[in-house]
Structures are given as structure tokens and as C-alpha cells.
């Protein structure tokens, strides 16, 4: 069993949507939870990144971390072609220790 | 403010070769991660430098080395190359102690043939 799980999609939806985008996870000495956005052809770029649970909001995109459930979500309102990419979360124990466990990716595409 | 630089951006080597591969990390990071990204699958994690040591090492066989210089750059090395090495290189660089501050490069795309 993977340590994260993530569904790997694509996900269709039309512009100006809401996307749920999740993944769940086993390990519960994991801590802070990071959202990627992975282009085609380009490297990860950091969405948002929670510590623990609870909310936290960034324009458009709103993560959510419950560790109860060892479940986190990213939200993208008004969802814009410009949106579709890959979403990798990722996660990992504590500030000192840095790997990054990612899951496999969600491949979300928008259309107009 | 220049980002992660990664060269080269594309390479094909053969079966049993070995490779190289380098990484500038953005300025003011001191520490660089490198991880392979297989085709559909997310990022695994290869190992990671700071102050020209390996600091933590994923679960990649020892043909998988690397190196930090002075500079902070840094080199991936693979020896005896395998077909299921073909792959995406990140290599990604932070502040020691901020795992969640990581900045990545566009990556190197390697394959074997």
C-alpha cells in the first residue's frame, strides 16, 4: 500500500466549475501537506501548504487537512482552462526532515 | 531572480552507460533534493545535500549518487544505467530546515534505450 493515495484522473470539467481534488494517506506522523501544480514538460509548483488541520484559503484555492480522517482536499472555484495541469499533493513529518511523499498526481483539464 | 536551473533538459544514453546531471538551485537556497518522476507517477525522492553532505537518501540503489559543491550546486550521477531509470529528474532547492519552502526545476527528461 502506497503511503499516499491519489486518483490519477483526468478529470473533466467545464470552465468556471468547482474541482475537489483529494488524497488520502496512512502514515499519521505526517504534518504539513503541500499542493503542487505540474505543467506539461515543467516542474512542480507550490499551491498552498497547511500545517496540521484546518482550512486555508489563497485566492481561487482553498486546501483543506483533516487528519482524523488522514484525508486533505484542494478547492479551485471558478475554475479556468488556464487551471489544467497535474495537482500533486504531497506531504512530510516535520520541518526538519524534508522529504517530500507525493501522491501520483490528479490530471484535471478545463475546457472552455 | 533566477529559479532552479537544471541542465541538460533532454538526454538519451544507452543501457549500461553512465550519466550526469546538474542542478543550479535558486539564489539564497542552500540545500538541493533531487527526485525522479516516472511517467504518470509523482515525485520519489533520490537524496538530499546540504553543506556538501548527503543529508537523507530515499530508497534508490547505490548506482544513484550525487555531490554538492562549494557553490551549493549540485550533480546526480547514475552508474550502469537500466531502462526503468528513463525518467524525469527534479531537482529541487530550499532553506535547510524549511522542507516546505522547496522550489523546483523544470527537470532533466532521461531516456534509456
Known amino acids: 500500500q502506497k503511503e499516499v493515495e491519489q486518483d490519477p484522473g483526468p478529470l473533466s470539467v467545464p470552465e468556471g466549475a468547482i474541482v475537489s481534488l483529494n488524497c488520502t494517506y496512512s502514515?499519521?506522523?505526517?504534518?504539513?501537506f503541500m499542493w503542487y501544480r505540474q505543467y506539461s514538460r515543467k516542474g512542480p509548483e507550490l499551491l498552498m501548504y497547511?500545517?496540521?488541520?484546518g482550512n486555508k484559503e489563497d485566492g481561487r484555492f482553498t486546501a483543506q487537512v483533516d487528519k482524523s480522517s488522514k484525508y486533505i482536499s484542494l478547492f479551485i472555484r471558478d475554475s479556468q482552462p488556464s487551471d489544467s495541469a497535474t495537482y500533486l499533493c504531497?506531504?512530510?513529518?516535520?520541518?526538519?526532515?524534508?522529504?517530500?511523499?507525493f501522491g501520483t498526481g490528479t490530471r484535471l483539464l478545463v475546457s472552455p | 531572480d533566477a529559479g532552479v536551473t537544471q541542465s541538460p533538459t533532454h538526454l538519451i544514453k544507452t543501457r549500461g552507460q553512465q550519466v550526469t546531471l546538474r542542478c543550479s538551485p535558486k539564489?539564497?537556497?542552500?540545500?538541493v533534493s533531487w527526485y525522479q518522476q516516472a511517467l504518470g507517477q509523482g515525485p520519489q525522492f533520490i537524496f538530499q545535500?546540504?553543506?556538501?553532505?548527503e543529508r537523507q537518501r530515499g530508497n534508490f540503489p547505490d548506482r544513484f549518487s550525487g555531490h554538492q559543491f562549494p557553490n551549493y550546486s549540485s550533480e546526480l550521477n547514475v552508474n550502469a544505467l537500466l531502462l526503468g531509470d528513463s525518467a524525469l529528474y527534479l531537482c529541487?532547492?530550499?532553506?535547510w530546515g524549511q522542507g516546505q519552502g522547496y522550489t523546483f526545476g523544470s527537470g532533466t527528461r532521461l531516456t534509456v534505450v
Open positions: 529541487a532547492s530550499s532553506h
Open positions: 502514515n499519521s506522523a505526517f504534518q504539513y
Open positions: 497547511t500545517y496540521s488541520s
Open positions: 504531497a506531504m512530510n513529518k516535520n520541518t526538519g526532515f524534508q522529504k517530500l511523499v
Open positions: 539564489s539564497g537556497h542552500d540545500t
Open positions: 545535500y546540504y553543506e556538501e553532505e
